[in-house]
């Protein structure tokens, strides 16, 4: 069982938020390799900006993507957990469905693994 595990030191976020990065439709994604290697551990992160809206409607993005990246994690497919990952949602989660958002998630982790290699 793979477990979510939060980034909460201001430091770690900066540092992230300097390194590669991938725009799409839904979400922005920062990401970095691990010095530590941890297998059970999935480094990630949801992260709203207050000018999106109110408070139901960013839990609600960051519920989906979740609910997206969990689903990946259940279905066997590649996230390469030697990554620490920040993700920044965009409004256009909140109004699609969730299997366009699925899709787009996938495609974004099966490309990172690829530039892994």
Known sequence: MIK???LNKSKKFLKILKKKRINTKYFTIYFEKNLINQK???NISFVMK???GNA???NK???KLKGAVQKIISEKRPIDLD???VIFGR???YSDKFPLIF????KVFKRIKQTGK
Request: zero cysteines.
């Open 83 to 85: 990554y620490t990952y």
């Open 103 to 106: 899709s787009e998630v996938d």
């Open 56 to 58: 139901v409607k960013r």
């Open 50 to 52: 207050k000018n999106i």
């Open 91 to 93: 409004n256009n989660v």
């Open 61 to 63: 993005i960051k519920r």
């Open 4 to 6: 979510f595990k939060s």
């Open 40 to 42: 059970k551990n999935l």
